[in-house]
């Protein structure tokens, strides 16, 4: 897989209208001071203990997620962030990172799904079709990551210049065969 690290995950802070309590909100806020120092341990106890004594909230658990994929528990991460995505189904951000972590769990065709997901409810984010298009290069479906490459490119999305070295390596190894 080329080399996407967590840190390009992007992180969420509740804007939406997902009603949370004051209780949730507090854990939310003392959560994102402790991950902007890279406190994600101490995060995740935080989360634990506001997810096991709240009502459901998509936040609690994207932000667990988060944390998880910072540590590289990504198959911990992809079940947080598919409880976000129960609760708050229209989230292109949390269908994302879920892709993501998918991704890194080599569940390629999990994550070209959720990315399609990502990319259906936000059609203009140009770094979603560079990801998927690694996982499209890990199923071998050339075709389908150069048009993401393109269409990621023409949305300026932030190119990933290995992963179209590696598919303009896989288009030539496959010309020789």
Request: charged letters at 20%; a negative charge.
């Amino acid at each position: 897989m080329p080399p996407i690290t967590a840190e390009s995950l992007p992180y969420i802070y509740p804007n939406q209208t997902y009603p949370t309590s004051s209780d949730a909100l507090s854990a939310i806020r003392q959560v994102s001071i402790l991950i902007s120092k890279g406190f994600y341990e101490k995060a995740i106890a935080i989360l634990d203990t506001t997810i096991d004594g709240n009502e459901p909230n998509p936040y609690l658990h994207y932000n667990r997620g988060h944390c998880k994929a910072m540590l590289a528990d990504y198959e911990a991460a992809a079940v947080d962030y598919n409880r976000c995505l129960e609760l708050e189904p229209l989230n292109p951000t949390a269908w994302c990172s879920y892709a993501y972590s998918l991704a890194r769990c080599e569940r390629h065709l999990e994550a070209i799904a959720a990315y399609t997901l990502a990319i259906s409810q936000h059609p203009s984010e140009g770094a979603n079709y560079f990801l998927r298009g690694a996982s499209l290069l890990m199923e071998g479906d050339l075709a389908r990551v150069l048009s993401d490459i393109d269409k990621g490119k023409q949305l300026n999305g932030v190119v990933m210049r290995c992963l179209i070295a590696e598919v303009l390596e896989a288009a030539d190894t496959e010309a020789m065969e």
